[in-house]
Structure formats: structure tokens, C-alpha cells
């Protein structure tokens, strides 16, 4: 990926004008050694190879990718746990990379993250109202009435009664009832960006739907921008103004989320979208074998190229010798393919006048 | 639904003589703290040869425990009451013994988490071979020839040099694919797939979605997809059964009960999901509440605490499972209409 395409915002200069992006990734490289038995280096897990995204204020980026194709470890290298092997991340004008451990703690008051499993992330033998004031107190944020008012006011804010489910343990509560205690936790030290990842993967579609509507609610009221991970492609949607595709540590895709479920340009989108069961009655069964055949190959060798080309329909002889670059291609969708498919032919006008950001 | 009326002939049988199972009034009860919690509540339902049926429900709704009830594998602390008959042989009450005779090879299961279900110190090859070699009388070379044929036939690529690979040099969607060579060691009549695919990716999904159907036909056995995917219940399967707090609440062919909602869950259900044509930040349609307590079933409707559209009839009176159109029961007194809860 070139400074010139710089990832999922490469339109920056044309819609970003004065604003400033919140957070500012670029060219992230995070790799781990495999040790084979004695210590003995087993090899390099490519996990994240050149990634390069930007989230502006009050926007979210939603990252859409499969297990092991990186989105989680990207996730946890623009919080610097760990830090990246290479590249910068610009949150809030500061480069997070190489800052030391008391400097880092000052900016992750501002950068929060809601994780899958609430049970697996909340202390079993706290008290609700003591899990949300943690934050505060850590970073002794008011007197202790000023903290109990805020832990209120937030259980408040995700739609839990404080009186009744202040004192409550973890166990006492449903999954969906832990999950709005993680986001209470989150957002009770008021920050920019709340990185979510597979925040709501493990609720039922009922509970599933109400932190969802949470979520959207908050971004409203608090002014918050979100990274939205997840690798249900409709659920990052629902939530997303941008969306970015990940495969085997790189973005292949990224651009406005309308655009990339109407209009993919990477194949891998493509059959990542084809892939998705309907409940639409009248959508005829896909046809067997409409689904990418083969699988992921391995992070400690992928592929030379295009990291898609073993599995793509559409792979040439060109995909293994050069790595295609993000381009933008219009409106801005930026893919990364040597062989985009075709946009249908919709007016250009209508496509450009959604991604303006607003 | 306490009634015996339920479905059962639905699919052109007569009296469900035709089924290949066929569950009647099944109940689960377990004990817990003291209280007494009904975890399945009087279900009644039939699977005919080559159906695929799916049971759809969120957790906690019993779609797991109906079906391992008939499979024999709830911990003896479950009470469960009715009948399933399998082939015309009741497994309801069958020693442990005996029901292994069914288990495994008339029916079989794949469970959702293929990591945990496969051993890990076992070389995979010995796993598939000792399911074969318990039920069937073969010699080891066999067991190991069928085993490498059983491999092959879940597509896992080099089947007789993968053999001796363990649990761990196997992604996700692999592993998923030797549960299922293992289940089918003994030619299944009925594979139950619970939640077989959930762990997985979609492109992985549909993988294995291809390949359990292109596997049924080819073997000619019905299969029983329990999932809270409804997505998946739409593109996969003839028949669905909606399960809500441990009964069914509404049944019917696929298409039919996806064009034709009746049950006002089965509608909140539907339009909770995302959906890639709903335009982002536009806001899903929830209803509030949770399921009842197992422990303190209601009188009326369970549903009705949290239905829109639940009156006074529906907090006294319980509706029963009913076919109110032809080949679809709801159990609702006030049942949605065509285009929407209007």
C-alpha cells in the first residue's frame, strides 16, 4: 500500500478539508515468531502486513474479516497491546507507537475497548457498580460521590436500572445485561473511540439487536466513534459508515458500506456477500458451490502476490508476481486487485454524493 | 401446546407411521436449587426420510435438549416423559445400552464445537476408525480402508496421508468435516446438526452446509439442523420449527413460514437481524424482556409479557400448537398478518 492510497480514507484530501482524523493508522505491521519445539524459531506469522486506516470524529469503521485474518490483532496493535513491529498510529494528533507505558495509560483514557465474552472480561467477584467505577478511580477522576454519580449516570445511559443491578455480580447477570455493564465500563471515562471487537457475536439475535440499538444510541449522544470489528458482514453494516475488508492481514477492500455490499470490487467480498444465508424466502438457494472453495492458507506463508490468488475464480498470472496496491476506484471504494470486478452501471453522482462525509 | 395434537402427520404421513422418528409430548425436567425447571415442554413433532428440518430458537428456547433427549445423552438428573420412536422403537426410557445401539449409528450428532468434540491426543484416522469399529464387526484394515473412504467423502484433501495427523493440524472447517466422517461411520439414518456451523466462518459455512446436503441426498438420511440462524434455516431446509421457552410455537415449510409469519416472535425474530438491505444506523425493531423462568412457567402465552400485540386472553389462556393453514401451526391467539405486524 502506497502513502499516496492511504487505506480506507485514501479520499482524505478530497472530503477530509480542515478536519483531522481521530485516529490515524498507517502501514502497521505486527508479526509473531513460532517456536517449534527447544525454542528453535519455527517461523513468522505475517498476522497484520501493511494496514493503513484512518477513523475520523463520530464516524464508524467497521472491519470485516474471517478468524485468523488479522482483525483482532490490528485491533490490539492501535492500542498498542502489543505494540506494532512497524508503522504509527496518530490518535488525537500523538503517535501512540513508542510512547512510554505512563503517556500510553493518559491516551487509552480516550481509546476504550468492548470485547466479546462480557463474562470472560468482567471481574466474577466484583460488584457491577465497583467494575464501573474502576476506570475512574484508576484515573482518579473525582472524589468518590462524584464517581458513584457517574457510574450511575452510565448504568443509566446503557438502560440498567443503577439501583437494581448496581449491586449484582457478573453471575447474576444475562449475557446481554454483561455486555451493556462492558459498555458502561467503556464509556463511564467519556472517550473518543470505543474499539469493539465481536462486541455482540455471542448474543441471541433479540439481545443482539437491543446492544446494537445501545451502541447506535450512544454514538448519537456521546458524539463517539467506534471501530466496529465483527465477521458478520449485515451486522457490521448495520452499524458502519465505512466499512474495510480484511483477508490474511491486509485490507482488500474498503470503502462506504453501501457502496461495498452493492458494488463489491475485491472478489473476496464478493464471495463473502454470496456466502451469507437469506431468510428472504423468494432468493432461490444458492447453487452448490457458489462458495469460495479451499482454504485460508497459512500466516507463516502466504501467499506471494495477492494473498487471495489460491482461492480467487478470477487469479491470473500476474496476482502471483505483484502485489496488487490499494487504489481508489471512484466514490471512494479502494480495493486492492489487479482484476476488480465491474461496478454495475449506477449513476457515478449518487455513489460519490454518499460517501461526502457529513 | 399441553395437547397431543400437535404435528405429527404433517408431512403426508398417516399418524406419523411413515416417520422415521417421531417424537409425541416430549418433556424435559430438570431439578435445580430445589425448584423444579421444565426445560422442554411437551413437544410434538416428526421427521420424515431425506426431510430436512430445522429447529430454530434462541438459547435457552430447548432445541438442544429436545433433541439430545432422544438421543439418551442428558445427564440422569433430566426427567423427560413422552415418546420418541425411532423406526417404530420407542427410545424414551431405553437403558444406556440399549440406546447405544441407536446413538451413533441410526442417529447421529455433530455438535457445535468441533475442537472440543475430537480428541486431542488421538491421531484423527484411530478416531474415525473406532467410531466404525463400534458399532460394526470389521477388521482393523477395514475399519481403516472405510475410514480413509469416509475422509475422502467429507472432502478433506489427501485422506490417507492426513490419517495419522492430530485434532490440531486441522483448521476449524477440517475438523468440522471429520466430526461429520465420524458421524456418518455407520450410515446414519438422521444426522442432527447442532449448531454444527456456528463457530465458523460463513465462506466455511456454506462450505459445510454444500456438503451435509450433497451427503444427504447421497445417503439418503434426514437431517435435523438445530440453529438460531435463521438465514440458515431459510437457505437449507424444508421444514422449520420455532421454539420459544421450551415449546414449539410456530411450524412450517420453509418458504410457507418465511412468506407467511404468523407467530409474533418468529417476527421479532426476523427482524432483529441485520440485514444487508436494511440501510446502516437504521434502527432494528427489539422487543424488551426475556424469556420466562423455566422454574415458574406462566399460565398464559410465555410470550405474551413480551409481545406487541398480547391481550388479556393471551396472559390467562395458553394457545395451543394448532394447524390453522394447511401444513402451518402457530400457537397464538392473535397471529400476525401477511406484510408485517399490522
Known amino acids: 500500500m502506497s502513502p499516496s492510497t492511504s487505506g480506507p480514507a485514501g479520499r482524505a484530501a478530497a472530503g477530509g478539508g480542515a478536519a483531522e482524523a481521530l485516529l490515524e493508522a498507517s502501514h502497521l505491521v505486527q508479526e509473531f515468531v513460532v517456536r517449534d519445539y527447544g525454542g528453535v524459531k519455527g517461523g513468522v506469522v505475517h498476522a497484520v502486513s501493511d494496514v493503513s486506516l484512518r477513523i475520523w470524529p463520530g464516524e464508524t469503521l467497521g472491519i470485516v474479516g474471517e478468524t485468523g485474518s488479522g482483525k483482532s490483532t490490528l485491533a490490539r496493535s492501535l492500542l498498542q497491546a502489543p505494540p ?4 504509527a498510529v496518530i490518535f488525537q494528533g500523538q503517535d501512540l507507537v513508542g510512547l512510554r507505558r505512563r503517556e500510553l495509560l493518559d491516551t487509552r483514557r480516550h481509546l476504550q475497548m468492548v470485547f466479546q465474552d462480557p463474562f470472560g472480561s468482567l471481574d466474577p467477584t466484583w460488584r457491577v457498580a465497583d467494575i464501573i467505577e474502576e476506570p475512574l478511580t484508576a484515573y482518579r477522576i473525582g472524589d468518590r460521590a462524584a464517581r458513584r454519580r457517574r457510574v450511575r449516570e452510565v448504568l443509566d445511559l446503557v438502560g440498567l436500572d443503577p439501583a437494581q443491578y448496581g449491586r449484582r455480580r457478573p453471575r447474576e447477570l444475562s449475557g446481554g445485561q454483561a455486555q451493556r455493564v462492558a459498555i458502561a465500563r467503556a464509556v463511564a471515562l467519556s472517550p473518543a473511540l470505543i474499539i469493539c471487537d465481536e462486541a455482540v457475536s455471542s448474543l441471541d439475535v433479540l439481545i443482539q439487536a437491543q446492544v446494537l440499538n445501545l451502541f447506535e444510541r450512544l454514538r448519537g449522544e456521546l458524539g463517539l466513534s467506534y471501530l466496529f470489528i465483527a465477521h458478520d458482514l449485515a451486522l457490521v453494516k448495520q452499524v458502519s459508515d465505512r466499512v474495510a475488508v480484511m483477508y490474511l492481514g491486509k485490507l482488500c477492500e474498503a470503502g462506504p458500506a453501501e457502496s461495498i455490499y452493492q458494488a463489491p470490487l475485491h472478489p473476496y467480498t464478493r464471495a463473502l456477500l454470496d456466502s451469507i444465508p ?20 497459512s500466516p507463516i506463508h502466504p501467499p506471494s502476490g495477492c494473498r487471495f490468488r489460491t482461492r480467487c475464480p478470477r487469479a491470473q498470472d500476474r496476482c502471483a508476481a505483484e502485489e496488487p496496491l490499494m487504489r481508489e476506484l471512484g466514490g471512494g471504494q479502494s480495493v486492492a486487485c489487479h482484476f476488480p470486478l465491474s461496478r454495475p452501471a449506477q449513476p457515478a453522482a449518487q455513489v460519490a454524493g454518499q460517501t461526502e462525509r457529513s | 401446546m399441553s395437547t397431543g395434537s400437535g404435528p405429527g402427520a404433517g408431512h403426508g404421513g398417516i399418524g406419523g407411521s411413515t416417520a422415521l422418528l417421531d417424537v409425541r409430548d416430549l418433556s424435559v425436567r430438570f431439578q435445580r436449587r430445589g425448584r423444579e425447571a421444565l426445560a422442554v415442554n ?19 428456547s430447548g432445541k438442544t435438549v429436545s433433541c439430545r433427549a432422544v438421543m439418551g445423552l442428558l445427564p440422569p438428573a433430566a426427567q423427560v416423559t413422552g415418546s420418541a420412536r425411532f423406526q417404530g422403537r420407542e427410545l424414551i426410557g431405553l437403558s444406556d445400552a440399549d440406546i447405544r445401539q441407536h446413538c451413533g449409528r441410526d442417529v447421529a450428532m455433530v455438535f457445535q464445537d468441533p475442537a472440543r468434540s475430537l480428541n486431542p491426543t488421538m491421531r484423527v484416522g484411530t478416531q474415525v476408525t473406532e467410531a466404525i469399529r463400534a458399532h460394526q464387526p470389521v477388521s482393523r484394515r477395514d475399519a481403516r480402508d472405510r475410514a480413509i473412504e469416509l475422509m475422502s467423502l467429507v472432502r478433506i484433501p489427501l485422506p490417507d496421508r492426513r490419517f495419522a495427523d492430530y485434532p490440531h493440524q486441522f483448521s476449524g472447517g477440517m475438523r468440522q468435516r471429520l466430526m461429520i466422517a465420524i458421524a456418518l461411520a455407520c450410515h446414519p ?11 465458523l466462518d460463513v465462506t466455511t459455512q456454506a462450505q459445510i452446509m454444500d456438503l451435509l446436503l450433497d451427503l444427504q441426498a447421497q445417503l439418503g438420511m434426514a437431517l435435523i439442523l438445530i440453529s438460531h440462524d435463521l438465514g440458515l434455516a431459510a437457505a437449507y431446509t424444508d421444514d422449520v420449527i420455532v421454539m420459544y421457552a421450551g415449546g414449539i410455537v410456530e411450524q412450517a415449510p420453509t418458504r410457507q413460514l418465511f412468506s407467511h409469519v404468523r407467530m409474533p416472535y418468529t417476527q421479532a425474530l426476523l427482524e432483529a437481524v441485520p440485514q444487508l438491505d436494511r440501510p446502516a444506523h437504521s434502527p432494528l425493531p427489539v422487543i424488551g424482556g426475556r424469556p420466562p423462568d423455566p422454574g415458574a412457567p406462566l399460565a398464559g402465552c410465555p410470550f405474551a409479557p413480551r409481545c406487541p400485540r398480547a391481550r388479556e386472553r393471551c396472559r390467562e389462556d395458553a394457545p395451543p400448537l394448532a394447524e390453522q393453514e394447511p401444513g402451518h401451526y402457530w400457537a397464538c391467539w392473535f397471529p400476525c398478518q401477511d406484510g408485517g405486524p399490522g
Open chain 2, 42 to 60: 411437551s413437544v410434538t413433532f416428526t421427521v420424515q426420510p431425506r426431510q430436512t428440518l430445522a429447529i430454530v430458537g434462541e438459547s435457552g
Open chain 2, 189 to 199: 439414518r438422521l444426522l442432527i446438526a447442532d449448531e454444527a456451523t456456528t463457530s
Open chain 1, 278 to 297: 437469506s431468510p428472504d424466502p423468494e432468493a432461490a438457494r444458492k447453487p452448490a458451490g457458489a462458495a469460495i472453495r479451499g482454504e485460508p492458507p
Open chain 1, 84 to 87: 506494532p513491529k512497524s508503522g
